[in-house]
């Protein structure tokens, strides 16, 4: 089993969708989680950090952790075309020198 | 603020035959990684630098792959000799405290 488990997809959405996307992990020992996003033949960007269950709001994203179900999870409000890109989901634990385990990442595409 | 700089950002080579690829990290960044992704999958972890030590190489294949970071700031990643099955993205990314920037990557195709 690995890690950290996210559905590949591709997920195809109309513009203007709700669109999320989610992880699953294993590890309880997981404290900090991210979201990248990764354009075609570009390196990840950090979209999102969050080290505690709930919610966290950046514009029309919001990042949710759920530590008791080891579920996380990334929503795009008003999703646009330009948002077509591969998301990543990201963790690491504490003390285990800040090296982050990835997800398979999920195939996005706003289709206008 | 320069972002992580690689080169090159195209490699093609034959099996059994060497590559290299380098790194510069952001200015200031004492943290740098060496992540292989491979096509389909997310980025894992190769090598890890603090300053020019290293923290962690525990998934680096060392009879093939090496990696140095002399005086702390560039890095190079070497395969000798190559497989097939190291086609990939190689990612190095740099980092200050608990963010990690990637580069661009190096795209490398193994015929």
């Known amino acids: 089993q690995k890690e950290v488990e996210q559905d590949p997809g591709p997920l195809s959405v109309p513009e203007g969708a709700i669109v999320s996307l989610n992880c699953t992990y294993s590890?309880?020992?997981?404290?900090?989680f991210m979201w990248y996003r990764q354009y075609s033949r570009k390196g990840p960007e950090l979209l999102m950090y969050?080290?505690?269950?709930g919610n966290k709001e950046d514009g029309r994203f919001t990042a949710q952790v759920d530590k008791s179900s080891k579920y996380i999870s990334l929503f795009i409000r008003d999703s646009q075309p330009s948002d077509s890109a591969t998301y990543l989901c990201a963790m690491s634990a504490p003390g285990n020198t800040g090296k982050l385990i990835f997800g398979q990442g999920t195939t996005l595409q706003v289709k206008p | 603020e320069a972002g992580v700089a690689q080169s090159p950002r195209y490699k093609i080579i034959e099996k059994r035959q060497s590559v290299a690829f380098w790194c510069n990290p952001i200015?200031?960044?004492?943290?740098l990684y060496w992540y292989q992704q491979i096509l389909g999958q997310g980025p894992k972890l190769l090598i890890q630098?603090?300053?020019?030590?290293?923290?962690?190489d525990s998934q680096l294949p060392k009879d093939r792959f090496s990696a140095e970071r002399l005086k702390g700031v560039d890095s190079t990643l070497k395969i000798q000799p190559a497989k097939l099955e190291d086609s990939a993205v190689y990612l190095c990314?740099?980092?200050?405290?608990?963010?990690?920037?990637f580069g661009p990557g190096t795209r490398l195709t193994v015929l």
């Open positions: 969050t080290y505690s269950s």
């Open positions: 590890n309880s020992a997981f404290q900090y």
């Open positions: 990314a740099s980092s200050a405290s608990d963010t990690q920037y």
């Open positions: 630098f603090q300053n020019n030590g290293v923290v962690d």
């Open positions: 200015s200031g960044h004492a943290t």
